[in-house]
């Protein structure tokens, strides 16, 4: 077991109407909000108003960017920091799902400095500040809203990268599952297959902890027994709790103390694919896990089959990979590059961006013929 | 599933010699410093030199007071406050186990106010400000180091009772599993049975928090699997961190977000026989709950069967007592009150105490005649 220090500095708020302890929180923040959102769908469901009752509230001065894509872009970043930089924005309150708050969390970076957010993520540079920032969560999936982390992209350097540092730490974030009712079946179903790879992601990492591996087995168990029926009744909210704070679990550091590190080979190459085919994220996991298992059932055999006993009841590497193909399954996630209509013919294009995006995995490298046999996994019948 | 705010302040630094960043901690926290432990076990095992060293370092000021009982009691607290309200301490240093911890917390409410830290456990008053903690724990059981709760005993009044407060959070704990090497087999043990009853007495609590549910499961399966193999091995550096950690989780919040609250039946059953009889309190405990929950198997069965199904694998709520008790055999902790010497005879008197004592627990109320019944059953064959 390795050295370890717990130390999660965002407030977690869980729970029907938290929303009404947002005003008071950000008061003693700031006075200026630079408010960070997607393309709109919070107009639909209520929670913009919710989210402007409370600002009005506190009297609050909001200054707005909007368009945040779901595979959020570099562009988008910069150009929300420029107008939080002129504001002079003391708080940023992002409300969407992951790519929002991940957003967000580089804006919080650049709106101090005077050059592209995407120097801190290719670490050219050392954030030294950070705008405050709260997060109102309306997607069970990244995990974001209680980590360090965020992901994005950019198409002229074409990358997909994710990017580490205390400073971006939401200060609070507030999670209403009565927020996530709209989300519809397919993202419901994809937020799920997310916060199953990142549990996946920190136990296939490097080092020996027990009890972290136990907290993977539960949260995906939960996952298990919760995802299929919530696609089936997605207004229901005690569904929909359960499986936001499963994914808030899953990547807020409970499955990861004790470890060297996690391995996050997968994400690697899931990013690429939505990279080039804006594919959804947890689409794209759902496909290359069971790929990546098959390439890795030779190097650790024992591993995958442990997960299995434990999450599975399987008896072998080869029925636990079933048996995670046959649960992504009965959330209608895909498990094969057909089911995301990407053709056979791009197999050379996807190949070599990985090798440009140098994705090699982290505990568990990825050399180029390991990257081409994941490939014709996530392509075979 | 209730709502819930994760907000847990505590700084925990575990792993091999952390101690060597507590100088640095302290140094912007304070600079008199009240270090409280017990009877002297730090000073033969090193500890007690360590942190010396680190106080050294940073020049600071220490008055002491140790010989806190492995049951606390309240006059050493306010002994203890009276030391640190003359030095005008502006820190605390606790150094041991969840006895040395728990009184220290409330040595940090005492140190502020001219009256007996009893008023605050006893709820006679509120309490305003608390002097900054910081804790070196020597001992796996309590999870005091990671939380709100602690635990005196008053011989004048006859009570020992829980109190919980986030003024009392420690700031910082250091937990290296190191340090624990020297804890005796049956009081490492103890230990055990302490965490797992922490686990148990959240997963008896009201509301349904089903994921929380499965991290009991996922702690109380490591301290069985870890359990036995740390006994027969007392200076293995990954059993004893596990198990530390193990007890660190069972009660960090962990086991209870979601939830209404805990039960803690058993814990105040508990508490009555070490007040009696200064039994360890891990000891009664383990002697506690298999009765407890015989008693209880009528009113939730299917609670129990559940229970027993996740961590034993057990096929009915007997069988998952039985098991239940099997476990706390095999890391020899009594289950019968003849193996803590407690004769029957002693029974009117300590039925006496238990109503004297209010003990009625929280979610599943606990009258005279379910106190006669578990009783009965603490003494069967």
Redesign the interface.
């Known amino acids: ?8 500095p ?7 109407d ?1 929303i009404k302890n947002l005003g008071r929180t950000i008061a003693p923040i700031g006075k200026k909000v630079l408010l960070v959102y997607g393309k709109g769908s919070i107009k639909k469901n209520g929670v913009y108003d919710a989210v402007m009752e409370q600002l009005k509230l506190i009297q609050a001065e909001v200054a707005e960017y909007s368009g945040i894509k779901s595979n959020p872009v570099i562009e988008d970043v910069d150009a929300a920091a420029e107008i939080g930089r002129k504001f002079q924005s003391d708080v940023i309150l992002a409300v969407g799902g992951g790519s929002v708050i991940d957003s967000a969390k580089i804006i919080a970076l650049t709106i101090p400095v005077d050059f592209s957010g995407w120097k801190f993520i290719a670490n050219q540079t050392i954030a030294r500040k950070a705008v405050p920032l709260i997060s109102v969560l309306t997607l069970a999936a990244t995990g974001t809203e ?1 980590n360090q982390f965020a992901v994005v992209q950019n198409h002229t350097t074409k990358q997909k990268l994710g990017y580490g540092n205390r400073l971006i730490y939401p200060k609070h974030s507030f999670l209403d599952p009565q927020d996530t009712f709209t989300v519809p079946r397919d993202y419901t179903a994809y937020g799920i297959s997310d916060l199953v790879a990142h549990a996946m992601e920190n136990y296939f990492g490097k080092g ?1 902890a ?2 972290s591996d ?2 993977v ?3 995906i ?2 996952a298990m ?2 995802g299929p029926k919530l696609l089936d009744d997605l207004t229901n ?2 569904y929909r ?2 499986i936001m ?2 994914a808030t ?1 899953a990547l807020n550091g ?1 499955t990861a ?2 470890r060297v590190s996690g391995d996050w080979g997968v994400h690697d190459l899931g990013h690429v694919i939505s990279l080039l085919y804006d594919t959804p994220h947890g689409a794209t996991l759902s496909v290359v896990y069971p790929a990546w298992l098959r390439r890795m059932k030779e190097r650790i055999p024992g591993r995958i089959a442990d997960f299995g006993r434990n999450v599975f009841n399987a008896k072998s590497d080869e029925e636990t990979i079933v048996s995670f193909e046959h649960f992504m399954k009965s959330i209608e996630c895909p498990v094969r590059m057909n089911e995301i209509g990407i053709g056979y013919g791009k197999k050379t294009e996807i190949l070599e961006t990985m090798m440009h995006c140098k994705v090699n995995g982290s505990n568990l490298k990825l050399y180029k013929d390991d990257i081409q046999m994941i490939l014709e996994f996530m392509y075979s019948a």
Chains 1, 2 share one sequence.
């Open positions: 077991m390795e050295n370890f220090r717990i130390e999660n965002t407030v977690l708020h869980f729970g029907r938290v209680m020996d027990s009890l136990r907290f087995y539960a949260i168990k939960e027994e919760i909210y005690d709790a359960k704070y499963a679990s409970l103390y004790g």
